[in-house]
């Protein structure tokens, strides 16, 4: 065997060795955080080719430019089976961003409450706006739909029950789960669900859009039992969000029920088998309103599939929960590792997106993890 391959096999094994010694999802807590220090919260460019000369119709069925693909980032949590035996793990974690950047393909977080335009628009010299800021915004949903379409086919044409844990990127961070703990704060969901449903969604104490509201004021009956009895499961109280929530009716998507309830599905973390969610997203290639609209939807619709993690044990959203400096969590130290902890559970949580009016929160935070 000659010198170098021999090199780069003890190479490879020193850096298996090293790998096996660190505690599984202890790398991905640096690798997320250091996604959202990166986020540059740009809004999205126009996304097509077309003429910038003259009015070229509607653009929508316009080639896509070359830099405004989209795919997966897988998020590895470095198990024993994929450093030992080469092998996927057992639970599949990514999120879309844009291909050659690395930025996410989706607006910045201040777009939810009108902070921002979300894309850009493009004025031609007989002042028609053609693209709109609207139409380049709902572009990118659909191009952020076919990255991961591509993802979620691979997975189904494996093994359709495979696994999959789907959340937004460079806006969430990541608490320091192993893959042991995911799945069983997974299946502790379902099972306080009634071991019917197959999908956990991270849920949020403002309805998004925000005319949802209005939606879930027709819940029925059995599905406030299970969310109370989810909550039961876990010794909180049913009104538990009340203490954090900030909400504004002034200010748009920040508006909250009256007293402010944790219970309205975000799209910012997904959760189940491949096929399922597959099936939950299919509709966003042609979809005419926001992702969050389709899952909010599409949950009222199957309650017997979809679940939320209404107490925030595997995925806490921070839009309008952060009151007077005070949020529901808090970056901890343990043994030299940091990790992140939901206040009212008292035990680890796995995700915490900072969507809405919540990214400076977490950005704070990912300057912690990564010092």
């Not at 901890?332 to 990214?359: D, I, M």
């Amino acid at each position: 065997m000659a010198p170098a391959t021999l090199g780069a096999l003890v190479l490879g094994a020193l850096s298996a060795a090293a790998a096996t010694t660190r505690a599984e999802g202890e790398d991905l807590v640096v690798e997320l955080a250091e996604q959202v220090l990166a986020n540059r919260q740009d809004i999205l460019q126009i996304p097509w080719e077309f003429s910038v000369e003259r009015d070229v119709g509607y653009v929508g069925e316009h080639p896509i430019l070359e830099n405004s693909t989209t795919e997966v980032k897988p998020s590895s949590l470095v198990t024993v089976r994929e450093v030992q035996d080469g092998l996927p793990p057992n639970i599949a974690v990514g999120a879309v961003a844009i291909k050659d950047t690395d930025q996410p393909a989706a607006p910045p977080a201040s777009f939810r409450t009108g902070g921002t335009a979300g894309g850009l628009d493009y004025m031609h010299l007989n002042g028609v706006v053609n693209p709109t800021a609207d139409l380049t915004v709902w572009q990118w949903q659909r191009n952020r739909w076919f990255g991961l379409k591509k993802w979620l086919e691979m997975w189904i044409s494996r093994y359709p029950e495979k696994l999959v844990a789907i959340h937004s990127y460079g806006d969430v961070l990541y608490g320091g789960c192993d893959e042991a703990t995911l799945q069983f704060k997974y299946d502790s969901l379902v099972a306080a669900s009634g071991n019917t449903t197959k999908i956990v969604m991270a849920a949020e104490v403002s309805p998004y859009p925000s005319d949802m509201g209005w939606a879930y004021q027709r819940w029925n009956e059995s599905l406030v039992n299970r969310t109370h009895s989810i909550l039961d499961s876990y010794g909180m109280s049913h009104d538990w969000a009340e203490t954090y929530a900030n909400c504004s009716d002034s200010i748009p998507h920040s508006q909250c029920s009256q007293p402010p309830r944790y219970q309205y599905a975000n799209a910012g973390f997904i959760m189940g088998p491949a096929n399922d969610v597959f099936e939950m997203l299919s509709g966003l290639s042609t979809y005419p309103g926001l992702d969050n609209r389709l899952v909010n939807e599409y949950f009222l619709a199957h309650p017997d599939l979809v679940t939320l993690d209404y107490p925030g044990t595997l995925v806490l959203s921070l839009h309008n929960m952060v009151k007077n400096g005070s949020t529901p969590v808090e970056v901890v130290t343990t043994g030299g590792s940091k990790s992140l902890r939901n206040k009212e559970t008292g035990q680890a949580v796995c995700f915490v997106h900072g969507n809405g009016n919540s990214f400076d929160v977490i950005r704070g935070w990912a300057e912690q993890l990564t010092a």
